[in-house]
């Protein structure tokens, strides 16, 4: 009865263990960051490209596309 005890005990003590709260919380943050980046550049992709090599011509020299 009491090895019972004990691991009940434990399992309880793993449900209301805190330590690894903070690293969880900014993996969410961080997933969630990253999906609004892909999502942002996948909507905007085109006009960005259109930007860079407007700067790319404007480096070399060449007037930029209107």
Known sequence: M???????NKVKGL??????????E????LA???VVAI???ALLGGELKEVFQDVI??????TPSS
Request: glycine share 16%.
């Open 2 to 8: 009491t090895i019972v005890k004990h691991g009940w």
């Open 26 to 29: 900014y993996g969410l943050i």
């Open 39 to 41: 999502i942002v550049l």
């Open 15 to 24: 449900w209301s263990d805190e330590a690894g709260q903070g690293m969880v």
């Open 57 to 62: 011509r404007h480096l070399e020299g060449r």
């Open 32 to 34: 969630l960051v990253s």
